[in-house]
C-alpha cells in the first residue's frame, strides 16, 4: 500500500563556506520501503538518525529531493490527487504533541474534529457523544475528559487524547512520532492491543 524508492533527503547546512554556498546534509540515504495492509511497522534508530525526517516525507510535510513515493499506486509528489489520498486515509501523532491540540478546544471539540472528517466522508453519522467516550476508552482515559481543555491534562493524557484524535477520522494508516514515550506502561500495551485489534477489524 505505501510504497518508498529510494528516497533521499538532504537539509541546507547552517555552515556554508562562502555567503551564498549551498553545502548539504544528507539525512536518508537511498531508504526503500513497502509497508502492506495490516501491518504494523515501527522504526529504531538514535536520535538524529533521520527517523521524524522519514516520517514527514511519509506524510507529506517533507519533499524529498530524489526517489518515489506511492500510496496505493498513486503518487505522492505535492499533486493534488496525492495530497488528498493521503489527507483522507492518514493520521499523524507527532512528537510534540503539545502545540498539535488547539487550547482553546475542550477534548470533546478536538475529537469531534476528527469524527466529522470520517462523517463528511463516509456520508455516515454516529452519536458523537458516544463516539468520544468509546474512543477516550480507547486510550484509557474516561468520560469526563470530555469537558476539560489541555492544559487541565497532564503530558501523558494530553498525548493521548491526541491518539484518540488520530483514529477519530477512521484512517487507514496512523503515523505515530515518538507518541507513546509518556505513557505508562499500562495503556502502553492496551494501545499495542488495541492497534492489533483494529488491524484485524478494520483491516
Ligand atoms: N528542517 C531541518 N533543517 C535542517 N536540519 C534538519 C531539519 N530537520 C531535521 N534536520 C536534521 O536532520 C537530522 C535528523 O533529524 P530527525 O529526523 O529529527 O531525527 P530523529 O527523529 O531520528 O531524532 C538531524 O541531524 C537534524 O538536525
Ligand atoms: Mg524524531
Request: glycine share 10%; net charge positive; aromatic share 8%.
Given at each position: 500500500?505505501?510504497?518508498?524508492h529510494?528516497?533521499?533527503?538532504?537539509?541546507?547546512?547552517?555552515?556554508?563556506?562562502?555567503?551564498?554556498?549551498?553545502?548539504?546534509?544528507?539525512?536518508?540515504f537511498d531508504?526503500?520501503?513497502?509497508?502492506?495492509?495490516?501491518v504494523?511497522l515501527?522504526?529504531?534508530?538514535?536520535?538524529?538518525?533521520g527517523?521524524?525526517?522519514?516520517?514527514?516525507?511519509?506524510?507529506?510535510?517533507?519533499?524529498p529531493?530524489r526517489?518515489?513515493y506511492?500510496?496505493?499506486?498513486v503518487?505522492?509528489d505535492?499533486r493534488?490527487?496525492g495530497k488528498r489520498l493521503?489527507?483522507?486515509?492518514?493520521?499523524?501523532?507527532?512528537?510534540?504533541?503539545?502545540?498539535?491540540?488547539?487550547p482553546r478546544?475542550r477534548v470533546r471539540?478536538i475529537?469531534?474534529e476528527?469524527?466529522?472528517?470520517?462523517?463528511?466522508r463516509?456520508?455516515?453519522h454516529?452519536?458523537?457523544?458516544e463516539?468520544?467516550?468509546?474512543l477516550l476508552?480507547?486510550?484509557?482515559?474516561?468520560e469526563?475528559?470530555?469537558?476539560?481543555?489541555?492544559h487541565?491534562?497532564?503530558?501523558?493524557?494530553?498525548?493521548?487524547?491526541?491518539i484518540?484524535?488520530?483514529?477519530?477520522c477512521?484512517?487507514?494508516v496512523?503515523l505515530?512520532?515518538?507518541?507513546?514515550?509518556l505513557?505508562t506502561?499500562t495503556?502502553?500495551?492496551r494501545?499495542?492491543?488495541?492497534?492489533?485489534?483494529s488491524?484485524?477489524?478494520?483491516?
Amino acid at each position: 500500500m505505501i510504497e518508498l524508492h529510494d528516497i533521499c533527503v538532504s537539509f541546507r547546512s547552517e555552515r556554508q563556506e562562502k555567503i551564498f554556498g549551498n553545502t548539504r546534509i544528507q539525512v536518508l540515504f537511498d531508504v526503500s520501503l513497502k509497508i502492506g495492509r495490516g501491518v504494523c511497522l515501527g522504526i529504531l534508530g538514535e536520535s538524529g538518525s533521520g527517523k521524524s525526517t522519514l516520517g514527514n516525507v511519509l506524510c507529506g510535510l517533507l519533499k524529498p529531493d530524489r526517489g518515489s513515493y506511492t500510496l496505493d499506486g498513486v503518487p505522492i509528489d505535492g499533486r493534488r490527487e496525492g495530497k488528498r489520498l493521503l489527507q483522507s486515509r492518514m493520521s499523524v501523532v507527532f512528537q510534540d504533541y503539545t502545540t498539535s491540540a488547539n487550547p482553546r478546544f475542550r477534548v470533546r471539540d478536538i475529537l469531534t474534529e476528527g469524527i466529522r472528517a470520517w462523517e463528511r466522508r463516509s456520508g455516515q453519522h454516529t452519536g458523537r457523544q458516544e463516539e468520544c467516550r468509546r474512543l477516550l476508552e480507547l486510550v484509557g482515559l474516561d468520560e469526563s475528559f470530555t469537558e476539560r481543555f489541555p492544559h487541565e491534562l497532564s503530558g501523558g493524557q494530553l498525548q493521548r487524547v491526541c491518539i484518540a484524535r488520530a483514529i477519530a477520522c477512521r484512517p487507514e494508516v496512523i503515523l505515530f512520532d515518538e507518541a507513546i514515550s509518556l505513557w505508562t506502561p499500562t495503556p502502553r500495551c492496551r494501545s499495542w492491543i488495541f492497534c492489533g485489534s483494529s488491524r484485524k477489524n478494520w483491516g
